[in-house]
């Protein structure tokens, strides 16, 4: 769990389908009255090269917008030596 401005995410990453996929969560609430706009930059390090792989979210989150996630990179693409991606 991570607090921003006293406000508590979550961060899951995971394995699934051959990709990596990253999603971050509002941890819920009693109220219904709150919304955030959040900007989040998701970054993998090439550590050969200077191609990162980046994936850049603006999202607004309320009580009905908890959560978002989706595919960062494909997992071949991170255990392949030459890749080099960590």
């Given amino acids: 769990v991570i607090e921003v401005q ?3 995410w979550k961060l899951l ?3 699934r389908q051959n ?3 990253v999603y971050l969560y509002h941890r819920k609430s009693e109220s219904n009255i ?5 900007s989040v930059e998701f970054k993998l390090r090439n550590i050969r090269e200077k191609n990162n792989k980046l994936r850049e ?3 607004t989150f309320d ?3 908890t959560s978002w996630g989706g595919r960062l990179a494909k997992w071949e693409d991170l255990i392949k030596e030459e890749k080099a991606i960590l």
């Fill in 19 to 21: 990709y990596l996929e």
């Fill in 6 to 8: 006293r406000t508590p």
């Fill in 57 to 59: 979210v603006k999202k």
């Fill in 34 to 38: 709150w919304i955030f706009d959040v």
């Fill in 13 to 15: 990453v995971k394995k």
């Fill in 63 to 65: 009580h009905t917008v």
